[in-house]
């Protein structure tokens, strides 16, 4: 099947926006989520013989989506930008609250989340917002199914301390 196939159109209709919120869990740069995505897509295309082939699709374009999105980060930083969104200037995180006030439970979860260790982050994404099974977090992550029920359980504990802190601390 050819990459510029209808088939493929299918396939990026479907998955794009479903990368760019995987995403979106781990980083808070738009600029860098555009990155990672658009090269993860690309990676899709150029590999499409493989992809469409793969038996599990979704765990090569989230394991891939996590190289690029490093490689993004690492360029950033390069350039001498900022990946970290507690490092933007206050006035850039008020309007990007504004403009989700509707969203801050959200915002706060997402906060939380990138605060977590890397391994952690991309476990509780990939279950929380993709419903991902154990087993295909596994193979995004390339560990086993007993690391990921551990990197979740220590997600979840983690985040009930952050989200605990942000609401008064009982939670």
Same mark, same amino acid.
């Given at each position: @099947?050819?990459?510029?196939?209808?088939?493929?159109? *299918?396939?990026?209709? !479907?998955?794009? #926006?479903?990368?760019?919120?995987?995403?979106?869990?781990?980083?808070?740069?738009?600029?860098?989520?555009?990155?990672?995505?658009?090269?993860? @897509?690309?990676?899709?295309?150029?590999?499409?013989? *493989?992809?469409?082939? !793969?038996?599990? #699709?979704?765990a090569w374009l989230f394991k891939v989506a996590g190289q690029r999105l490093c490689d993004a980060q690492v360029a950033r930083r390069r350039a001498g930008f900022s990946t970290d969104p507690s490092e933007l200037p206050d006035d850039a995180m008020s309007e990007a609250k504004d403009a989700f006030a509707v969203w801050d439970d959200r915002l706060a979860i997402l906060d939380a989340v990138r605060k977590l260790p890397q391994q952690q982050a991309i476990a509780i994404a990939l279950q929380c917002q993709h419903d991902l099974p154990l087993g295909e977090i596994a193979a995004v992550m390339g560990i086993s199914t007993g690391s990921v029920k551990t990197h979740l359980h220590l997600a979840r504990k983690a985040l009930k301390l952050l989200l605990g802190e942000n609401e008064g601390g009982d939670q």
């Amino acid at each position: @099947m050819k990459p510029g196939s209808e088939e493929f159109s *299918r396939f990026f209709a !479907h998955w794009e #926006p479903q990368v760019r919120r995987y995403l979106i869990w781990l980083d808070g740069d738009i600029s860098v989520i555009d990155d990672a995505t658009q090269e993860t @897509m690309i990676s899709a295309f150029r590999y499409w013989e *493989r992809v469409s082939n !793969h038996p599990q #699709p979704r765990a090569w374009l989230f394991k891939v989506a996590g190289q690029r999105l490093c490689d993004a980060q690492v360029a950033r930083r390069r350039a001498g930008f900022s990946t970290d969104p507690s490092e933007l200037p206050d006035d850039a995180m008020s309007e990007a609250k504004d403009a989700f006030a509707v969203w801050d439970d959200r915002l706060a979860i997402l906060d939380a989340v990138r605060k977590l260790p890397q391994q952690q982050a991309i476990a509780i994404a990939l279950q929380c917002q993709h419903d991902l099974p154990l087993g295909e977090i596994a193979a995004v992550m390339g560990i086993s199914t007993g690391s990921v029920k551990t990197h979740l359980h220590l997600a979840r504990k983690a985040l009930k301390l952050l989200l605990g802190e942000n609401e008064g601390g009982d939670q």
